[in-house]
């Protein structure tokens, strides 16, 4: 008897799952409430769920099938979030004033999700090979999607950062994982950024 998908729902995959939440109620913020601040910080939680959502997952005693689950459903809440959020939040909250100015931002658009899902898929396949990144990952681009949202962008920068960080994610650019100083600074990096979100969030309201 063939097993149903929903034994696949598991409390072991919890911070996979609070990652797609906020990942969708950035959306919600953008298209309902016009919220670059509310956006981005939810991108952002977004990203820190994914950056612990692992070894969160193998905290519980899993079958070699519920790890391989837990790895693919990692990658699909990143296409998501990562690769397709980003893109419906600017869509909503950026402004482009001509036909010329929004057909190259669809161009970028376009260029960046397929960067983000061509790179998860080949991390799939080759994460093994390697002890660090090849080519940018998508949850550090998601931070810098948050940090970037700080600034409320205008069109031009978010057609550069569409095909900068698009091009990164493909690229043979190496990097180590954070270990040490260095994921003392990552973590660092996460905390600026709610903190300024927090300050600007509480000089709107006072």
């Not at 397709?84 to 402004?95: A, G, K, R, Y």
């Not at 004033?97 to 998860?120: K, P, Q």
């Not at 390697?130 to 681009?141: D, E, I, K």
């Amino acid at each position: 008897m063939a097993h149903a998908p929903a034994r696949y729902i598991r409390f072991c995959n919890l911070l996979t799952y609070i990652s797609l939440l906020c990942g969708m109620a950035a959306v919600l913020a953008a298209r309902e409430w016009r919220s670059w601040e509310a956006a981005g910080l939810l991108l952002a939680t977004s990203a820190l769920a994914d950056t612990f959502d692992g070894k969160f997952a193998r905290r519980f005693a899993r079958t070699e099938s519920e790890s391989a689950f837990g790895a693919q459903l990692d990658s699909l809440v990143d296409a998501v979030c990562f690769g397709i959020v980003p893109v419906i939040c600017l869509q909503s909250l950026v402004t482009a004033d001509s036909i010329w100015i929004r057909s190259v931002w669809l161009a970028a658009a376009f260029l960046y999700v397929l960067c983000a899902v061509t790179r998860l898929g080949h991390y799939n396949l080759h994460h093994d090979e390697h002890s660090g990144f090849v080519g940018l990952p998508t949850t550090l681009a998601a931070l810098l999607w948050a940090t970037l949202f700080l600034a409320h962008p205008a069109a031009p920068l978010t057609i550069g950062a569409l095909t900068g960080l698009g091009v990164a994610m493909v690229s043979s650019l190496p990097l180590s994982r954070p270990r040490g100083i260095a994921k003392w600074g990552y973590l660092l990096w996460f905390l600026i950024v709610f903190a300024s979100y927090g300050f600007q969030m509480a000089r709107a309201i006072y």
